[in-house]
């Protein structure tokens, strides 16, 4: 596995676009709709092979008759670090070796990017967030080659869970990357600390 993106989640794209370019001293890229979802979003490059997405429910768009993925069907009115996403090479074994909930195996495409995702039935997140979205990407292109270079730079996810001393197990050797802390709480959260121009910023 390895870190492919992370997904801020708000009720309102523009309100979650701004509250990004303020924590962050950046702007953000047009991103694009998903129809099977009904979400739309908005991008930042976090370096050659990692971007931030923000995303909502897409007012405009018809209601797309099942489960919002990313728990977006409960969007917060306040912008959240709500999800992170790893890349695997093999979406159908990685999903058989993930905990109950990781979700069905579903096929995407938007222009010329193409990527398989698991997605719960119940739009909801495996682990309440603690366990990452899982994403193959089916196509040469990856949405953080495409975007300008802002010089942002994650420098720690912290996945705060219940289960976080399982998670650290479960997870140590298929995805090993130091930016990544694990913090027992009662709550699940997600946080994360930027490098920027401006220092650290935190989200």
């Excluded at 992370?6 to 709709?33: F, H, K």
């Excluded at 923000?54 to 797309?64: D, E, F």
């Excluded at 990856?142 to 730079?153: E, F, G, M, S, T």
Aim: proline share 8%; net charge negative.
């Amino acid at each position: 596995m390895q870190l492919d993106h992370l997904a801020v989640v708000c009720d309102d794209l523009d309100v979650g676009t701004a509250a990004v370019e303020a924590a962050l001293g950046v702007t953000l890229e047009p991103g694009g709709e998903h129809a099977m979802f009904g979400t739309h979003n908005r991008l930042l490059s976090l370096g050659p092979d990692l971007y931030l997405e923000v995303i909502s429910p897409n007012p405009a768009a018809p209601a797309p008759g099942r489960a919002r993925w990313f728990d977006l069907d409960l969007a917060p009115s306040s912008p959240r670090l709500g999800n992170w996403i790893a890349r695997v090479l093999d979406i159908e074994r990685a999903v058989t070796a993930a905990p109950d909930g990781i979700g069905d195996i579903l096929s995407l495409e938007r222009a010329a990017l193409q990527w398989r995702l698991s997605v719960p039935r119940d739009g909801s997140l495996p682990m309440q967030g603690g366990y990452p979205t899982l994403i193959q990407w089916d196509t040469d292109d990856h949405p953080a080659q495409k975007l300008p270079d802002r010089d942002i730079r994650l420098k720690t996810l912290c996945v705060a869970h219940p289960q976080a001393a399982w998670l650290t197990e479960h997870l140590a050797g298929a995805f090993d990357d130091a930016r990544i802390e694990f913090a027992a709480v009662a709550t699940p959260a997600l946080s994360a600390v930027f490098e920027t121009p401006n220092g650290l910023r935190s989200l």
